[in-house]
């Protein structure tokens, strides 16, 4: 029987995710089907009970939803744990397991696809908000040296007090002044109105990446990086890695990512 599988979001009509993961399982000799499902605002739990007794084996989260699901699953890996959401959930009769790849998928996106590889690297984390939260650990297990930085002072401060372990800076963008990084990743939302980004002039060290989440065009946080000479990326492979990475949940099998980049840019 062919295994089902969807993706979950309000609105989710614009998701690629069922193109990503039809390209994965044509590669890897899948039978799957996926699918997008819009559930209504205030019925995602209703949704997530009607999949489980329809059979369906798992499913991705996306906005607005990603909360909602850390709470309806009953295991939680380490990686949804730390941060707070959940955008894969595999249902099983014993149990629904919750996991959070977009921090994996930063990661082999910037180490695998872009070359950079992230140990000791000084990276400065743009955003307290939930895709910030997504990324801290693999970005700290990767061996990153870790800044976050956020207009609001006190939110990138409780965001790094999730991690005790760890020697992470964090505070206001005025606190910038006079330091460098290797990378600079933005998990904020201005790339959607246009908003300028508040980082002062030689924040990027020479041949330093800058990456925003966001894809599909120059926001002005890219077209700031470019005035300063940074390498630029876009999100979308970490928008495939992070659909790797649940396949690879699911299924066992870890499929090539680059075609599918490749693919989705043409």
């Given amino acids: 029987m062919t295994d089902r599988y969807a993706v979950i979001g309000n609105p989710v009509s614009h998701s690629k995710s069922p193109l990503i993961h039809r390209l994965f399982a044509q ?3 899948q039978d799957i089907s996926y699918e997008a499902i819009a559930a209504p605002l205030d019925g995602f739990a209703a949704t997530i009970a009607r999949l489980r007794r329809e059979g369906y084996k798992g499913c991705n989260i ?9 709470q309806c699953a009953t295991r939680l ?3 949804a744990t730390s941060a707070q959401a959940v955008n894969t959930l595999s249902f099983n009769a014993e149990a629904t397991a919750g996991d959070n790849t977009d ?12 070359a950079v590889n992230l ?7 743009m955003g307290a908000g939930g895709a ?6 693999p970005l700290l297990t990767a061996g990153a040296a870790l800044t976050i930085a956020n207009r609001t002072a006190s939110r990138a401060i409780e965001l790094a007090s999730h991690f005790p372990q760890a020697e992470i800076r964090a505070g206001s963008y005025q606190e910038l002044a006079e330091l460098t990084f290797d990378v600079v990743i933005n998990a904020t939302s201005a790339g959607l109105t246009d908003s300028e980004v508040p980082l002062p002039p030689g924040i990027f060290a020479p041949g330093a990446l800058a990456y925003d989440m966001m894809y599909g065009r120059e926001t002005p946080f890219l077209a700031f990086a470019r005035s300063q000479g940074a390498q630029l990326a876009d ?4 928008l495939v890695e992070q659909a790797a990475e ?9 499929p090539e990512t680059a075609p599918v980049i490749a693919q989705l840019r043409t």
């Fill in 62 to 70: 996306t906005v607005p939803f990603k909360f909602e699901a850390y």
């Fill in 77 to 79: 890996s380490d990686r």
């Fill in 27 to 29: 590669q890897t000799g």
């Fill in 132 to 137: 910030a939260y997504g990324v801290v650990l």
């Fill in 246 to 254: 649940a396949f690879y949940i699911w299924l066992g099998i870890r």
């Fill in 235 to 238: 999100g979308l492979g970490m």
């Fill in 103 to 114: 921090g994996a998928g930063l990661v082999r996106d910037i180490e695998q696809n872009l």
């Fill in 119 to 125: 140990k000791d690297k000084r990276v400065l984390l």
